[in-house]
């Protein structure tokens, strides 16, 4: 059974930066991409991007592009989220989730407990 | 548009079938999947690729998809199921993931 444990809640003031951190157990990691979604109070999802799963290899959103940076440790099977610069409107739940694929397709079939970051002066 | 876009909220009364649907261009090229969200709770994944489902999701919950718009169907409504919905596609060239805005689904 694959679980991701994320790190614990953070509050940062406006212009500072937050790691984020996603640890996997259960499967093999260098099998299966992370994605991190995050979640505003009271709003919908939001995709910020992915990491692969051995190589590295990011792609972000277009919006979050200059302030996020997403990396991985394959030694400990943990998956790392920067975001820099931080604003009031990035206070949110911010998940990793396990990009999971098959012949069916894709989906994301885990997902870590949540981070509350909270940006406030 | 790259845009996924679905009703805000949906009622049904208990044991009825409901649907919810996410309109995109994106669908046409990339079958939807669907995430249930429970206040204070991770989403969790209830129908994936054309029509399958993660082990553990019951048989009523259901996906079929024409042309630009993904359906969710629900047969035989539970409290349980009051949740958020969201439907989400891929891009088919950048692979970049986009989100629903979200279903709120009221069971009466």
């Known amino acids: 059974q694959a679980q991701l444990v994320q790190s614990g809640a953070e509050v940062k003031k406006p212009g500072a930066s937050v790691k984020v951190s996603c640890q996997a157990s259960?499967?093999?990691?260098?099998?299966?991409?992370i994605d991190w979604v995050r979640q505003a109070p009271g709003q919908g999802l939001e995709w910020m991007g992915r990491v692969h799963r051995f190589n590295g290899v990011t792609t972000y959103t277009h919006d979050l592009q200059d302030r996020v940076t997403m990396t991985t440790d394959p030694s400990t099977s943990t998956a790392y989220m920067e975001l820099r610069s931080l604003r009031s409107d990035d206070t949110a739940v911010y998940y990793c989730?396990?990009?999971?694929?098959?012949?069916?397709?894709?989906?994301?079939?885990?997902w870590g407990q949540g981070t509350l970051v909270t940006v406030s002066s | 548009s790259s845009e996924l876009t679905q009703d805000p909220a949906v009622s049904v009364a208990l044991g009825q079938t409901v649907r919810i649907t996410c309109q995109g261009d994106s669908l046409r090229d990339y079958n939807a999947s669907w995430y249930r969200q429970k206040p204070g709770q991770a989403p969790v994944a209830v129908i994936y690729?054309?029509?399958y489902r993660p082990s553990g999701i019951p048989d009523r919950f259901s996906g079929s998809t024409s042309g630009d718009t993904a359906s969710l169907t629900i047969t035989g409504t539970q409290a349980e199921d009051e949740a958020d919905y969201y439907c989400y596609s891929r891009d088919s060239t950048t692979n970049h993931v986009r989100f629903g805005g979200g279903t709120k689904l009221t069971v009466l």
């Open positions: 989730v396990r990009d999971y694929y098959d012949k069916r397709g894709y989906y994301y079939d885990s």
């Open positions: 259960g499967y093999t990691f260098t099998n299966f991409d």
């Open positions: 690729g054309r029509n």
